[in-house]
Structure formats: structure tokens, C-alpha cells
């Protein structure tokens, strides 16, 4: 499975921005699918992820009320929308899939596939 990772860019703080990734491959298992970040110096920590069938969403509490994470099940492609972004969200981006189902689906050690990072830069 491949995971390719779009939409990082320079935004001022305040503004907004889309990242997609989309899914691709011959036939794998998508439970759930998240996005993470790693700023420079920092470990990678999770940011919102989304159980495929929908019925769950995780979300980081530094990015509660200002992302939100969706997927588009025929065109297989997830979309965290981040809004009022700070100076502190600057960090490289990265999609992620678990492919089974476990009990903490959104910790780290639960995704298998990684996407290639995007980076992401708030200005002040």
C-alpha cells in the first residue's frame, strides 16, 4: 500500500490549510487512518486520525476545535482541514494506515504505512 501525502505549504499564522492523502495499492486492509507530526528536535506525535468506517475520530488535544479529519471512502483519500494555525502546528506532516483492528487504534506503534511527509510552516 501506498500512502501519498499532499497540500503542506507557508501559511500565516491565524490562516488555514488542507492536507490530503491518498491510498493506493492492490488490496490492503485500511481500519484506520491518521495524521502525525514531528517538529524539528521533537518526537513524532499523533494529530487526528479517523477509523475508516467513520465511527470514530481521534483528535490531539493541542488541535481540538481547530482540525478536523474526514475521509472520502470511493476516491480512498483522507483530509485533515486545519484552521486558526499557530506558530507551534510547523512541523512535517505525515499520513499513516493501520490496517487491523485494535483497542488504541490511534497510538503510533498501531500504523504499519507511512506516507512520504509534507511540511507544514506557520509564520508569526
Known amino acids: 500500500v501506498q500512502l501519498q501525502a499532499s497540500g503542506g505549504g507557508l501559511v500565516q499564522a491565524g490562516g488555514s490549510l488542507r492536507l490530503s492523502c491518498h491510498l493506493s495499492?492492490?488490496?490492503?486492509?485500511?481500519?484506520?487512518v491518521a495524521w502525525f507530526r514531528q517538529a524539528p528536535g521533537k518526537e513524532r506525535e499523533i494529530v487526528a486520525g479517523?477509523?475508516?468506517?467513520?465511527?470514530?475520530?481521534y483528535y490531539a488535544d493541542s488541535v481540538k476545535g481547530r482540525f478536523t479529519i474526514s475521509r472520502d471512502n470511493p476516491n480512498l483519500t483522507c483530509y485533515p482541514q486545519m484552521t486558526s494555525l499557530k506558530p507551534e502546528d510547523t512541523a512535517v506532516y505525515y499520513c499513516?494506515?493501520?490496517?487491523?483492528?485494535?483497542?488504541?487504534?490511534?497510538?503510533?506503534?498501531?500504523?504499519?504505512?507511512w506516507g512520504q511527509g509534507t511540511l507544514v510552516t506557520v509564520s508569526s
Open positions: 499513516a494506515l493501520n490496517p487491523r483492528s485494535t483497542r488504541d487504534w490511534y497510538k503510533l506503534s498501531a500504523f504499519d504505512f
Open positions: 495499492g492492490r488490496s490492503f486492509t485500511t481500519y484506520a
Open positions: 479517523i477509523r475508516w468506517s467513520g465511527d470514530s475520530v
